[in-house]
Structures are given as C-alpha cells and as structure tokens.
C-alpha cells in the first residue's frame, strides 16, 4: 500500500515500497512515510549517546579508572542499539530488511546486557563472588538470546519479543537481590530496637 487510506488507523498513510537499493532506502530519510519518526527518534539518540560518550571520555583522566570504563561501556551500548535502530528503520523496506531487524535486536540484547554489568558491578563490588556470577550468568543468557534471535523466522515476533522480555527480567534478578538485601538489613535493624 505505497499511498493511501490505512483501513486499520482509518487515517492517511505512506508507506515506502519494497527496494533492492540501499541508496534508494537511503534517500527516504528526507522525505514523510511510515518510518519517518521512528528513523529520526532513533538517530536523535544515537547522536545523544554519542555525544554523551565523548564528552564523559573528555572528563576523565587517562587511562580511563574502572569506574568510568563502566559507564562508557554502557554509553557505546547504548549509542550502539539507538545506531542500530535507525539503521533498521531505514532499511526497513530493503528486501534485506530481516537482517536489520536481527542487527537492531543485537542492538537491544547488547544494552541490557551492559546496563545489567553496570548495577552488577557497581552493586556488589565488594562480593567479588556473587558479583563474577551474576556477570556470568547475565552473559550466557545475552549470548542464549542473540542465538535465539538470530535464529528466529522474521515471522516470529512474539518468539523475539518473549525471548527479550525474558532476557530483561533474568538481567534483573540482580536488583532484586539487591533489594532484598538491603530492605532485610533495614527491617532486621527496626527490629532490634524491640
């Protein structure tokens, strides 16, 4: 439906037709359809990550501490799933889009990947222990999703969708740890006063 009434909105519509050119694809960026704002959200955060990651970098002294090799993990992670993203709303309508679709879900698992390292590391860092298996586990269940992603029919939105939303809550049983240690020790030492 390259123009027209959209039945489903009951409003105006442009969709783009499928293309074999990534220039042709390209060319759209400039012009109103159906991808238009998620193309440009997308690349606005990218740019915004982006930017934040260079000027954190600026800030710190070098060689970057551990601390802030952390956070700009998690801000390459970030400008990477936003990059991804756009990339994929671009070529949405490439006869390659399925490839981009499996690049944007990369970009997804690799930022709950590194926004989980981050709460692990910086939460239990002095449980060496329980900090080196939730990084364990957290990544074999990133490395488990990408597989399972990558292998999954471009029909199969609700296999991608159930493999994420249970990727992100496995990525946190850390913060439930965490909370519940914490809110143990409060209500242990409430008690103490009886």
Not at 23 to 44: M, P, R, Y
Not at 49 to 78: E, H, M
Request: glycine fraction near 6%; charge should be positive.
């Amino acid at each position: 439906m390259p123009i027209g009434r959209n039945p489903r909105f009951g409003a105006l519509s442009k969709r783009r037709l499928q293309s074999d050119s990534y220039l042709d694809c390209a060319k759209s960026i400039g012009a109103l359809n159906d991808e238009t704002f998620n193309v440009w959200s997308h690349f606005i955060g990218a740019l915004l990550f982006s930017a934040s990651a260079v000027r954190f970098t600026l800030s710190c002294p070098n060689p970057l501490p551990g601390d802030a090799r952390i956070i700009l993990r998690y801000l390459v992670a970030a400008t990477s799933c936003f990059s991804f993203s756009t990339l994929y709303h671009l070529f949405a309508n490439h006869a390659q889009a399925s490839l981009w679709q499996r690049i944007d879900h990369l970009g997804i698992v690799t930022v709950i990947w590194a926004s989980s390292m981050s709460l692990i590391i910086f939460s239990f860092r002095c449980e060496y222990g329980t900090q080196r298996a939730y990084v364990a586990i957290v990544t074999v269940l990133a490395v488990l999703s990408l597989f399972r992603i990558w292998r999954s029919h471009p029909a199969d939105r609700w296999g991608r969708i159930a493999t994420h939303i249970a990727f992100g809550g496995s990525a946190t049983l850390p913060a439930v740890h965490l909370l519940y240690r914490e809110t143990s020790e409060i209500e242990s030492s409430l008690l103490r006063a009886f």
